[in-house]
DNA sequence: CCAATAGTGTCTCTGAGACATTATCCC
DNA sequence: GGGATAATGTCTCAGAGACACTATTGG
């Protein structure tokens, strides 16, 4: 029996300008060798614990980033998505805000641009987005998008981003509270210009590495 | 560089007697022989075309079932899982009528009951309850556990046992309306006792090989 | 006619959005 | 003070649940 080659890649998405962005490397090796692909590789079976372990990895030694979210997104495998033969993609999806990524190391590309991604990455790439803003709507997930502290309009302009439509500010303000997951810094606030600044929060300890989940949408 | 062991199982799901229940097999062979398991296998790199159709191919030759719905829940995998060596099994979950399961082949068993199962089935089949449940909220999986044809309280009642929960009578008509993929079968009526018969339902043909999303939950 | 369940009409209350008002900054 | 955005109060309308009532069967 032939053996499968199992890989996995990785789908690191941040926000940048207000728009949604997938970091992207040059490949090193054949096959598609300098192609901008998804960061991903071989499974090491003496160093990784698991799947999840080896993304980690891989977006570690390839990105240099430690990302505050991570999940795996699904598999994909088959004959023909990879030239070398039978193989299977676990396949994970990252969030981190944009100030973690150097872009000395990857490339940042639109997610809804017309992108050109060896092997069935682009399959990857629209399952990890629609899995994003499936779950935006229910759930804290873009709070990891958003950086460490922010102010409610930043968050808000977050959602606004991933969901595609402009929220409504009190109904959006409602929920977050409802969510109870968010404190304000006392005394901290952040100015942007000639108006009232806004006050500037972060996650509750408990939601740094845990997702809240709406009963009703957001 | 060791070959992974690549495997794929399934969550065979199904209702009976009020209660949700997952189908096991003794297996064939070490490791674990003769232990009730999830039905699953090696891959067959000559044979698959993908890891759903090898889902397909165990259903279809261990337990004689051409499931109406099959869905890949996640990957699981490590050094720990099987003995082995380094694993990784892609699972995933079947929803069928019961009158589909022959219990010569399989053995049915209550997915709530406190069971043991070898590998790491048992986190296999909790995963798969859960995004089940889930999914139920919201959509129209429930709908493949009821069989071709059924009643709206059939079909209520079947949606209660996945919630766990009674639903509202007024409010669970509403919403099957609203979601509009149940085509009543003209004349077509269920008597079940001394009282007034069911009109009997089946999905409209659009909604049988995909599912139905509410915008607001169930 | 009675018991039992199917199916429907309608009231109420919760909650989301729209709108308006106040607060607080820089100029 | 004026302009801009932050933050909050409040009105309205839609939708979900509660309740009640009608419909239709077997006994």
Chains 1, 2 share one sequence.
Not at 171 to 191: H, N, V, Y
Request: with cysteine; charged share 25%.
């Amino acid at each position: 029996m032939d053996p499968i080659i199992c890989t996995v890649d990785v789908v690191l998405l941040t926000l940048q300008d207000d728009a949604l962005k997938v970091a992207l490397l040059k490949r090193e090796r054949e096959p598609y060798q300098g192609v901008a692909a998804l960061p991903g590789g071989y499974i090491h079976v003496e160093s990784d614990a698991d799947t999840h372990d080896a993304a980690m990895r891989m977006l570690r030694d390839k990105a240099g980033i430690v990302p505050p979210y991570l999940e795996q997104l699904a598999s994909f495998s088959g004959p023909a998505r990879d030239p070398r033969g039978w193989s299977i993609s676990i396949a994970y999806y990252a969030l981190v805000p944009s100030a973690l990524i150097s872009q000395q190391h990857v490339l940042l590309a639109d997610v809804d641009s017309t992108l050109q991604l060896p092997f069935d990455h682009k399959s990857i790439l629209d399952a990890a987005v629609q899995r994003l803003r499936s779950k935006s709507q229910y759930s804290s997930l873009p709070c990891y998008l958003a950086g460490e502290t922010f102010t409610l309009p930043q968050l808000q302009k977050v959602y606004e981003v991933l969901m595609g439509e402009p929220l409504n500010k009190v109904s959006f303000r409602r929920k977050m509270d409802e969510m109870d997951m968010l404190e304000a810094i006392e005394g901290k606030m952040m100015a942007s210009g000639a108006h009232r600044p806004a006050q500037v929060y972060r996650l509750k300890a408990a939601y740094r590495k845990r997702l809240q989940l709406l009963e009703r949408g957001l």
